[in-house]
């Protein structure tokens, strides 16, 4: 994705192309298995930010649910929510064990924000931070 360093980098969507990210961040995901891809993929998918994907994510795995609502982060609302869809990718076989796997490393990880915030940028080389 050559034409990210030519715009200005203010967070999560800016300088990507949906569909190239996506596309980038799934096949990322079969080649690696990397947990944190999950999470950028319901990120990406939800134009949501990174503690709003992790919450889904979380609530995915324990509700068993295609789509949750969870908190909107920096809102000027507290009781606002965000409708979160699991993408098509994470609900077959293969989709719940990626699924599955991301909810156990969320699980070990203290600052998840952060960790997924650091992989990110070394990996793709944009930030997911809004």
Known sequence: ????EACVRRG???????KRAYAEILAHLYKTQNPWDVILLVQLRNGSRIGEAIEAVKRFCSEGMTAVRVK???HRNPNDTRLMVLPEELRGTQGKEFLFNAC???AKVKKSKNTIAVYTKKTYGFSSKA
Do not use: G, S
């Open 72 to 74: 909107v982060e920096k």
């Open 104 to 106: 156990v490393r969320l």
């Open 12 to 18: 999560w969507d800016a300088c990507l192309e949906y």
């Open 1 to 4: 994705m050559p034409e990210r």
